[in-house]
């Protein structure tokens, strides 16, 4: 092979040192937030955590028990609720109960748009109506 000009070995370098410096620079990314109050347009939702956080429970009808219910919420049975988020689309509130069948305690009425924190450790919850 012939000798390279000087000018070709030198746009051969500036490409090659351009090449090695997009490869060793630290790729600049930044994540987008993640809203931790995932929950289904027109559900109520419960989760094991503050703030929305673990995984949720949802409902977009009545449930007179989570446990054996419409949508069983495995964790509900040893899990407290600490968190919930009313994203129904009605405008109804919800109203979440203790027990099944809608006894025990009313806790809480939860108006539509509203992510609440529940008091203390939580409370277990066990069914929920779109009224209050």
């Given at each position: 092979m012939g000798q390279l000009t000087r000018r070709t070995r030198t746009v051969i370098g500036l490409a090659a040192a351009a090449l090695v410096g997009t490869l060793a620079a630290p790729a600049s990314v930044t994540a987008a937030p993640v809203d931790p109050w995932t929950c289904t347009p027109g559900a109520f939702c419960a989760y094991p955590q503050d703030n929305g956080k673990g995984s949720p429970c949802g409902w977009q009808i009545d449930d007179p028990d989570w446990r054996s219910g419409s949508s069983v919420c495995g964790w509900s049975k040893r899990t407290r609720v600490q968190s919930v988020f009313n994203n129904g689309?009605?405008?109804?509130?919800?109203?979440?109960?203790?027990?099944?069948?809608?006894?025990?305690?009313?806790?809480?009425?939860?108006?539509?748009?509203q992510k609440l924190n529940l008091k203390g450790a939580g409370t277990f919850i066990r069914s929920h109506t779109w009224k209050c």
């Open positions: 689309t009605s405008g109804a509130p919800v109203s979440i109960w203790t027990k099944a069948g809608m006894k025990g305690t009313k806790v809480l009425c939860v108006r539509k748009g």
